[in-house]
């Protein structure tokens, strides 16, 4: 299964399920981040982190870490 670290600039993929636990989660979760939703890979820093993703209508930017528990298709 892929994580949202390992999707490349210009794709897009849908998220199968948010893993973690607690407010980590949650605080993915009220970001929009939900099950069957569309993300579309922006921009990636040199370093690899932040990666800047579009979904929803808004731009957001996440961690490694946060999109490592992010599984998609």
Do not use: F, Q, W
């Amino acid at each position: 299964m892929r994580t949202l670290r390992d999707v490349r600039v210009g794709e897009k993929v849908r998220v199968v399920k948010v893993h973690g636990h607690g407010c980590m989660r949650r605080r993915l979760m009220d970001m929009g981040i939900t099950k069957n939703v569309e993300i579309y890979v922006r921009k990636v820093a040199p370093l690899g982190d932040p990666i800047e993703v579009n979904l929803r209508g808004y731009e957001l930017s996440l961690r490694k870490d946060d999109a490592d528990i992010i599984n998609v298709i």
